[in-house]
C-alpha cells in the first residue's frame, strides 16, 4: 500500500474539520468526538495512534509522532484508500483527487491475495499546487509473524507516484504488515526514493497498547530514538 516513511512526511487532517489550521490538527489527536482504538511504536523512533469517529462512518485516521512531536496525520477509508494528507514539516497537503480506475481495495487484497491500485491526488503546499498520479502492487508473502502479541500478514509492496511531467517524485518497495481484524497497513522494512536521493527505512512495528493498557495513547516514542533505545525492541516470532 502506498504510505509514505517519516523522513518524508508528516501529515494531519483538514479533513477532520473541512478546513482545519496546523494549530487545531495539532491538538486533535483523537478530534473531538472519535475514539482512540490502538496505539503503535515502531522501531523507527516513532508512535501512531489509530482512531475512528462516529460523526465519519468508514474513515480511519492515524497520527503519527517522533521524539520532535507532531509527525502526521493520515485520512483512509474502509479500503485503507488514502483520502487526505496534511505534512507538518513542510505545512502541505495532499489529498484524494479521483480514485481512478482502480482504487487501493483491502477487500480484494484479504480475498486474492493481491491488490493493485492506480489513482491521483492534489498537493498543496508553499503557495504551488500539482497534481500526482500513483500505481502500485500489494501481494500477500503467505506469512505471518507475531509482534508483542498480535499476529500480522506480511505483504510485499512496490509503488510509484509520479508528477504531471511523468516525473517520479516518490517510490517505496519492500514489506508491509496487515493487522487483518482490524484491516490496518503498517510499514515495515522498505527501500525510497524521492526522486533525487535513495534510502532505506526500517518502520516494522515493534510494540502495541489497547484501551486500558499502560501506555495507550501516548505519543512519546519508545524505541529506536537513540542506541539504547534501539536495544530495547521486542523480538518477532515468525510463524
Known amino acids: 500500500m ?41 522501531r523507527n523512533c516513532a508512535v501512531s495512534i489509530f482512531w475512528r469517529c462516529g460523526a465519519q462512518p468508514g474513515l480511519l485516521f492515524e497520527g503519527s509522532h517522533d521524539d520532535d512531536g507532531p509527525v502526521s496525520l493520515h485520512t ?42 492506480n489513482f491521483s491526488m492534489i498537493s498543496e503546499g508553499d503557495g504551488d499546487t500539482g497534481k500526482l498520479f500513483t500505481t502500485g502492487r500489494d501481494e500477500a508473502l503467505g ?45 515495515g522494512k522498505e527501500s525510497y526514493f524521492d526522486g533525487q536521493e535513495r534510502w532505506k527505512e ?5 510494540e502495541f497498547m489497547f484501551p486500558g493498557e499502560k501506555g495507550f495513547g501516548k505519543t512519546e516514542p519508545r524505541h529506536g530514538c537513540n542506541a539504547l533505545q534501539a536495544g530495547l525492541s521486542l523480538p518477532m516470532q515468525r510463524q
Open 2 to 42: 502506498m504510505r509514505t516513511p517519516l523522513k518524508a512526511t508528516c501529515l494531519a487532517a483538514a479533513l477532520l474539520s473541512g478546513a482545519a489550521s496546523l494549530a487545531e490538527a495539532q491538538n486533535a489527536m483523537p478530534p473531538k468526538g472519535c475514539e482512540a482504538f490502538l496505539t503503535m511504536h515502531t
Open 202 to 206: 526500517d518502520n516494522t512495528p515493534v
Open 76 to 117: 483512509y477509508d474502509d479500503e485503507f484508500q488514502w483520502i487526505d494528507a496534511y505534512y507538518y514539516w513542510t505545512d502541505s497537503r495532499e489529498k484524494l483527487l479521483n480514485p481512478g480506475p482502480d482504487p487501493i481495495s483491502m477487500t480484494e487484497l484479504l480475498e486474492t491475495g493481491v491488490d493493485t491500485y
Open 143 to 187: 506469512e505471518t509473524v507475531v509482534i508483542d502479541g498480535v499476529e500480522l500478514d506480511l505483504f510485499s509492496t512496490n509503488s510509484v507516484t509520479k508528477d504531471a511531467d511523468g516525473n517520479t517524485v516518490f517510490a517505496a518497495e519492500g514489506v508491509q504488515y496487515v493487522l487483518k481484524s482490524e484491516r490496518l497497513f503498517m510499514l
